[in-house]
Every structure is written in C-alpha cells, then in structure tokens.
C-alpha cells in the first residue's frame, strides 16, 4: 500500500512543493521515488493492492522472485 499510495496520491504532491512533505520535511528515499516514476513513464500501470501470504498466485511467484533477488544479491557467483 505504501508503494501504491506514494504513487498514486503523494508523489504529484511532493513534485509540486518541490519535494517536500506537507509538513515541509524532505521526502524520503527521493531518489527511489524519481527512479519509480522514470522506470514507469513508458507503461500504463494499473496497481491494485492484493494481501500478502493469502494464497494468491502472483503474490506468491512475487514473493518467492523477491527473496531469490535478495540471496542472489547477498550470496553472488
């Protein structure tokens, strides 16, 4: 949900004050942000928030890409 909600309702917020909260702090992870936003521009994003460990298939091949990703990372060739 957070991914989802930065998206979609806080992000043109942020770019419009600059990059800053509604309480005037730096957003976090900025540079995360600006990377979502460039890596999406050339798709058509439908996001849909789907509850984890509950069984549905995509979520679970998500999960089980994303923990390979994180062993690969830390164990490399």
Same mark, same amino acid.
């Given at each position: 949900?957070?991914?989802?909600?930065?998206?979609?309702?806080? +992000? $043109?917020?942020?770019?419009?004050?600059? =990059?800053?909260?509604?309480?005037?702090?730096?957003? @976090? &992870? /900025?540079?995360?942000? %600006?990377?979502?936003?460039?890596?999406? +521009? $050339?798709?058509?994003?439908?996001?849909? =928030?789907?509850?984890?460990?509950?069984?549905?298939? @995509? &979520? /679970?091949?998500?999960? %089980?890409?994303?923990?390979?990703?994180?062993?690969?990372?830390?164990?490399?060739?």
């Amino acid at each position: 949900r957070y991914v989802i909600d930065g998206f979609t309702q806080w +992000l $043109p917020a942020w770019k419009a004050r600059n =990059w800053r909260t509604s309480s005037k702090k730096p957003v @976090l &992870n /900025e540079d995360l942000w %600006r990377a979502l936003e460039q890596a999406a +521009l $050339p798709h058509c994003i439908h996001w849909q =928030w789907v509850k984890g460990h509950s069984g549905h298939p @995509l &979520n /679970e091949r998500a999960d %089980r890409m994303a923990n390979q990703a994180i062993q690969t990372m830390l164990n490399p060739l």
